[in-house]
């Protein structure tokens, strides 16, 4: 590529405007890519440069809540941060990055609504984030739904009430219980996490519903690995194995999912789990249509090649005016803890990076040196529904209420903004009295339905009645048939 240079002890300052400020294009606002502005606004001085963020979504989702929203256990809005709230220098554009052409410096921004353009920047920072990793088993493309977005989890918490709605009315018996079981796909963090709090949330709503029984709830998670929850140790999530048989959950280790056609999931085993949820957490992979869309380079596994000090390139060749950060990108992880030798795909490693990147970013404009990026992991920590959880850090490992109050206290410092800690807080304290809201809102995803039913529409025009026909007269095409008719007789009469 021609805009790769070589690695020098000098940063080079010849692609830097001389006249008007520098433009920066983050390309996507989730972790990575919020963080990555809103530290932008802290560290840059006014007109230092611009900041321009793009996303589809006008705002960022703090995915370790999606699990407790799902459950109900938090207001979707609380668990979203508003990019226009908070990122007061930064000019938000909700449209998708469709291109990257970083030869020209330019990108292409696909809105909604309108035609497509190109924008020029000077540096660029690409933080996509990634996408749900599938594989083409029959059934799950239309099937199944996901764990990424906070659409999907309101999906999933409305489809479980809704469907106790239903069974509620049926009588006992399979197709009650298809409508009561719940099958989980992935056995890492977000995969056990929506699990447990989905078998815990299910567990509460029987008492408000006196025609079903917990025997009739069904709570299955596939993973084809040999254990769970590959973060904490193996003591750990042995422990999370049997906290979920004491709940009535099963857990089916290297098993796979063969198909999941006609409302059943089958299992490689032979096993038929008939089910009317289906969630799929197994695995993420960098946003395709931005790494696919550019000539950025890329490693293997479809991520962007990214230094350690978060510059888009290798140890020996750096891409000048380009980054990565977060799931999107392939850093290095110096501290020889990574899969593969890379930092994992997670919240932590997504917005330290971010935090990082912001600060590299203004140094090289000030024509100073990056720093590496270098996280050592100070543990894990997961929630198991209410007043559960289980925490791991090196060896000490805490299990039960004690890690679950470490879970919700780590994940309200880590939520950004106090105005976001606020809501989440509050919510939080209102469960705590009044316990969880269990309004079912799944008619919001057709909200027109009522208005549809009962609007006056026009009637269908009504055909124009037609006039008498006039009398025939002598000079009417009528009268033609008419004298043929009335001639046949004598033509009759003379013949006989």
């Known amino acids: 590529m021609s805009n790769i240079a070589p690695v020098s002890n000098t940063v080079p300052t010849k692609d830097r405007p001389t006249t008007t400020a520098p433009k920066i294009l983050v390309v996507g606002g989730g972790y990575a ?66 291109a990257i052409d970083h030869a020209n410096k330019t990108a292409t921004i696909t809105p909604a609504v309108g035609e497509p353009w190109q924008e020029t920047y000077d540096q660029i ?33 409305d489809r479980l009430m809704s469907n106790f709605d239903k069974a509620a009315l049926l009588p006992p018996g399979p197709a009650r219980e298809r409508l009561l079981t719940v099958v989980v796909v992935g ?58 048989a004491k709940r009535g959950a099963f857990v089916h280790l290297d098993t796979q999912v063969t198909g999941a056609v006609g409302g059943n999931v089958e299992l490689s085993t032979g096993e038929v789990i008939p089910t009317d949820i289906i969630i799929w957490t197994a695995g993420v992979m960098a946003n395709p249509e931005v790494v696919r869309g550019g000539d950025l380079p890329v490693e293997e596994r479809g991520r962007i090649r990214t230094r350690p000090d978060l510059r888009v390139g290798t140890d020996d060749e750096i891409v000048e005016g380009a980054w990565a950060a977060g799931d999107v990108s392939a850093v290095p992880d110096l501290t020889g803890k990574g899969v593969g030798g890379y930092c994992v795909p997670n919240a932590q490693h997504a917005v330290r990076q971010a935090k990082l990147l912001a600060k590299n970013l203004t140094a090289v404009l000030r024509g100073e040196l990056p720093q590496d990026y270098i996280h050592h992991n100070l543990g894990a920590v997961a929630g198991l529904g209410l007043y559960n959880g ?28 106090w105005e976001r ?36 529409r026009p009637r269908p025009p009504q055909a124009a009645p037609q006039a008498d026909a006039p009398a025939p007269t002598a000079t009417s095409s009528t009268v033609k048939p008419a004298t043929a008719a009335a001639a046949a007789p004598e033509k009759a009469a003379a013949s006989r």
Not at 35 to 52: N, P, S
């Open 421 to 456: 800690k606020l809501r989440v807080f509050g919510g939080w304290w209102n469960n705590f009295w009044l316990g969880r809201d269990l309004v079912n809102l799944e008619t919001v995803q057709n909200p027109r339905y009522v208005f549809e039913e009962f609007a006056a």
């Open 125 to 157: 920072v690409v933080t996509a984030g990634a996408v749900s990793r599938t594989f083409p088993i029959p059934g799950i493309a239309e099937n199944a739904i996901g764990l990424k977005t906070i659409e999907e989890a309101v999906a999933i918490r």
């Open 390 to 417: 289980v925490f791991q850090s090196n060896k000490i490992a805490i299990k039960g209420f004690l890690a679950w109050l470490a879970h919700r206290g780590y994940h309200m410092l880590a939520i950004p903004s």
């Open 187 to 244: 056995g890492g963090f977000a995969g056990i996490e929506v699990f447990a709090e989905l078998r815990n949330f299910a567990s509460a709503l029987l008492k408000n519903y006196p025609e079903l029984t917990f025997d009739e709830t069904h709570f299955h998670l596939i993973e084809a690995m040999g254990r769970i929850m590959p973060e904490v140790s193996l003591k750990s999530s042995e422990w999370v194995l049997a906290d979920l």
């Open 33 to 98: 890519g919020f963080y990555t502005a809103w530290k932008l606004e802290k560290h840059l001085r006014k007109g230092e440069a611009t900041v321009t963020i793009v996303d589809p979504l006008p705002y960022m989702t703090y995915q370790p809540f999606l699990p407790e929203v799902a459950a109900g256990s938090i207001e979707a809005r609380h668990s979203v941060v508003a990019l226009r709230r908070h990122l007061k220098r930064t000019k938000v554009v909700t449209a998708k990055v469709t």
